[in-house]
């Protein structure tokens, strides 16, 4: 059965993590996988997180299984700490997922079991995986044109003009904030424009988002999803707490469904529960229950949005100072593009071959594309990227 197999590809941000390993040099850059680090390049476990699970090490009793759809309190925190308080609850099936990726997986194992036509649309350019599994699960992929290479901002004209091509019931991949890998976002006048066009034409968002809070703050990088929530009838949502809470190995996601009716909501959770039991069974919990505690615990919680807060002034400052050497070194503004955009991520512009040349002139680690994690860098590292990348001629 085995022998017919070919070897797959890994993919292009997950191969860097080894190729990053297996460099010898010790002054090497990782700004691949989206990953934050603090200034002598760890990636912490949040205050937060560490005194949750002290109190969890003395509290938890059991270890048996929780509910297949996830323990109903985290999915009422998360849903919460997504779509507010003016969330129309009463319409929202939910599912704990291992992930934002189990999210992204099941939203659209969702769309493929009562819409198996449906196409997806997605920005090109986006996570891959977004394509990838979009493919894997047997539905269409449509891209649609996001960025502009030049402007370095969203192409808003040229993706409504793609988007004119969606049929009723397709379904629309969104990044709810911290667009990945561009950096660049819809502005609020887009978000309602946006939402208009999807209400009118009956097109279903799927709104990916899993970096809320590092962007502009916990509720300003809601807002889009928020909106979308409030406005149309059916809302597809998948939410990471990888980077926010800094769970990343714990797979902690939350699928959020909002249903036009609230029978239709009723049968879409015996849905969702039906997903996780054919693919999972239970979510792995640990992850959640602290996600729950933070939340549910008011110094926690403030623990945690201080932390949050210090993490998104950080790549906010880092952001600046990159952009500010660069303006140094190539006497141009060309590089503002950097500090005004939001989120881990933003595309340098290099070719792969300027990508490559980084890598092996300064042991510089970026995604082929050019994508940088600006969280992977430090006060000390700024200036080295960009000597780099004045070097390859950017
Ligand atoms: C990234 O884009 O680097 C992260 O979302 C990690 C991943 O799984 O790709």
Same mark, same amino acid.
């Given at each position: 059965m085995l022998n017919s197999l070919e070897t797959r590809p890994a993919d292009k941000i997950i191969r860097l993590i080894q190729e990053f390993k297996d460099d010898p040099r010790t002054d090497k850059i990782d700004l691949g996988v989206g990953v934050y680090r603090d200034a002598s390049g760890l990636t912490p476990i949040m205050r937060s997180v560490k005194n949750a699970e002290k109190s969890l090490w003395e509290t938890e009793t059991t270890k048996a299984y929780t509910g297949i759809a996830g323990d109903p309190e985290f999915r009422e925190s998360m849903a919460h700490l997504l779509l507010g308080t003016d969330a129309p609850t009463n319409r929202l099936a939910t599912l704990h997922t291992p992930g934002g990726t189990g999210a992204v997986r099941q939203a659209l194992e969702l769309t493929r079991m009562v819409s198996p036509d449906a196409r997806v649309w997605i920005s090109d350019p986006t996570w891959p995986n977004h394509v990838s599994i979009t493919r894997y699960v047997g539905l269409q992929v449509q891209l649609y044109r996001y960025f502009d290479s030049g402007t370095r901002i969203v192409d808003f004209a040229s993706m409504m003009e793609d988007l004119e091509r969606a049929e009723r019931g397709d379904i629309v991949v969104l990044h709810g904030c911290c667009h990945n890998p561009t950096g660049a976002n819809l502005s609020t006048l887009q978000w309602h424009e946006l939402s208009e066009f999807a209400l009118n034409r009956g097109i279903v968002p799927l709104v990916d988002i899993?970096?809320? +809070?590092? +962007?502009? +703050?916990i509720n300003e990088d809601a807002f889009g999803l928020r909106l979308l929530a409030n406005e149309l009838p059916e809302v597809l949502i998948a939410a990471s707490c990888s980077k926010n809470f800094g769970v990343y190995r714990e797979r902690t996601g939350l699928l959020g469904v909002i249903a036009e009716t609230s029978d239709a909501a009723q049968r879409t959770q015996s849905t969702l529960v039906f997903l996780n039991r054919q693919s999972i069974s239970f979510p792995p919990d640990h992850g959640a229950r602290l996600v729950t505690m933070i939340l549910g615990d008011q110094e926690l919680r403030c623990d945690w949005e201080n932390e949050l807060d210090s993490i998104r002034t950080l790549i906010g400052k880092l952001r600046r100072q990159l952009s500010e050497e660069l303006r140094r070194l190539s006497g141009s503004d060309r590089f503002g593009f950097l500090a005004e955009h939001r989120g881990m991520f933003s595309l340098l512009g290099a070719s792969e071959e300027q990508v490559l040349q980084m890598r092996r002139n300064a042991g510089i680690y970026m995604v082929s594309d050019s994508r940088i994690n600006v969280a992977g860098l430090n006060k000390s590292s700024v200036p080295v990227l960009a000597s780099a990348m004045i070097d390859v001629g950017l």
């Open positions: 899993a970096y809320q +809070g590092f +962007g502009d +703050g």
